[in-house]
């Protein structure tokens, strides 16, 4: 038999409060239940990260990035990352590192 993937955030608090409530782990409880345990855990990864967002009382944390290479120049062939309402763009041939530690910077937010 097939476990069936988590349909949606309904769902995916159903289920892991099924799971809770029974007191077995998350993939035995899955498996006893035709869940696929890899979606359920996925799930329960991406409503706990939802869950660590920064929240409006908290303070804001502002890190001032400084280039050594001049001025800036806009985007104009290089990648636009969009999470929300955050936007992320960088040219093309920014350092993959730097683009790395400015992501773990806003990732929080």
């Given amino acids: 038999m097939l476990a069936r993937k988590i349909t949606d955030e309904t769902d995916a608090y159903a289920c892991l409060e099924a799971a809770q409530r029974s007191g077995l782990p ?3 409880w899955a498996r006893a239940h035709g869940v696929d345990a890899r979606s359920l855990n996925a ?3 991406n409503l706990e990260r939802r869950g660590q967002r920064r929240s409006p009382d908290s303070p804001l944390r502002l890190v ?3 280039s050594g290479e001049g001025p800036v120049t806009p985007a104009n062939s290089g990648i636009r990352l969009v999470f929300g309402e955050l ?3 960088v ?3 920014f350092d993959l590192g730097t683009l790395g530690r400015v ?3 806003v990732a929080p937010c």
Wanted: aromatic share 6%; hydrophobic share 45%.
């Fill in 91 to 93: 040219d093309r041939g």
């Fill in 26 to 28: 998350r993939t035995e």
């Fill in 64 to 66: 001032e990035l400084v």
């Fill in 103 to 105: 992501l773990d910077l």
């Fill in 43 to 45: 799930w329960r990864m």
């Fill in 87 to 89: 936007v992320v763009e």
